[in-house]
């Protein structure tokens, strides 16, 4: 997938893949890449600006756990990370309705 496909929605996926769970950043990109079927292979110095950038936006949370006995820090969405994450939804939907209906043409 182009990169400049991905432009503007990165923080929306990242927020997706942390919904209702917690998660280290590798694991963050291992979600990534498993729910687009490998589509979506992002290199760590991508994703990790973004959770530091959405953390301090204050749409996620971090604290240090120890993981599979390793220290990691995971990152989780606060409340509203969650009211983010239902409007990157929302006009995710808007925009597939109307481009889709453009792409389709006339009928």
């Known amino acids: 997938m182009k990169a ?12 997706a893949v942390l919904d209702g769970r917690k998660l280290h950043g590798y694991a963050i990109i291992e979600a990534l890449s498993l729910r687009s079927d490998g589509a979506l292979d992002l290199p760590t110095g991508t994703v990790y600006p973004a959770l530091r950038r ?9 604290e240090w756990d120890v993981v599979a006995g390793r220290k990691r ?22 925009f597939t309705t109307v481009i889709g209906g453009v792409l389709r043409g006339s009928e």
């Open 73 to 94: 820090r995971t990152y989780r969405l606060t409340r509203p990370g969650q009211q983010e994450l239902a409007a990157e939804r929302a006009e995710w939907q808007e």
């Open 4 to 15: 400049d496909t991905l432009r503007g929605h990165l923080d929306a996926l990242l927020l």
């Open 54 to 62: 959405l953390e301090r936006a204050g749409y996620l949370a971090s």
